[in-house]
């Protein structure tokens, strides 16, 4: 089964997917989860002669996905620039995020600004010129 995430840019989309030799970003297998939204609710004002809550409306709320990707490539100046471009990619104020699976099954949302949390960058992982993002990118419901 294959995986991709689509980050829509101005020009050209930015496409990441599972396999570690298809350029300079790949997600490794525990690398994403399935965007979750809860629940937004209102109620009605309490009343002294009812008990509990009734509500007014329910909502699905602004949700999340965690997307970790490994950035490698040639060069640490190489290097910079991709872990660069992600960030651009992911920053932007607004952009639509797609998750695709094995190349027939896709989804996307809405989704909102956030900047790669960058781990730890160890000895070999230098010398492979190589680092792991982990991104938790805000998300609004699809028809949001």
Same mark, same amino acid.
């Given at each position: 089964?294959?995986?991709?995430?689509?980050?829509?840019?101005t020009g050209a989309d930015l496409?990441?997917?599972?396999?570690?030799?298809?350029?300079?970003?790949w997600i490794p297998e525990d690398g994403i989860t399935w965007p979750s939204f809860p629940m937004?609710? %209102?109620y009605i004002p309490d009343s002294e002669a009812q008990g509990g809550r009734s509500h007014r409306? /329910?909502?699905? *709320? &602004?949700?999340? %996905?965690?997307l970790t990707v490994y950035v490698k490539a040639a060069s640490l100046t190489?290097?910079? /620039?991709?872990? *660069? &471009?992600l960030e651009a990619a992911t920053s932007q104020f607004?952009?639509?995020?797609?998750?695709?699976?094995?190349?027939?099954?896709?989804r996307t949302w809405p989704a909102k600004a956030?900047?790669?949390?960058?781990?730890?960058?160890?000895?070999?992982?230098?010398?492979?010129?190589?680092?792991?993002?982990?991104?938790t990118i805000p998300l609004n419901p699809v028809g949001a």
């Open positions: 089964m294959s995986l991709s995430v689509t980050i829509s840019r496409v990441i997917n599972d396999h570690p030799d298809d350029g300079a970003f937004r609710r %209102t409306a /329910a909502v699905p *709320d &602004e949700g999340q %996905t965690t190489a290097l910079l /620039a991709a872990m *660069d &471009e607004t952009y639509d995020l797609t998750v695709t699976v094995d190349g027939t099954m896709s956030e900047l790669p949390q960058w781990g730890e960058f160890r000895s070999d992982m230098t010398r492979a010129k190589m680092i792991r993002g982990t991104i």
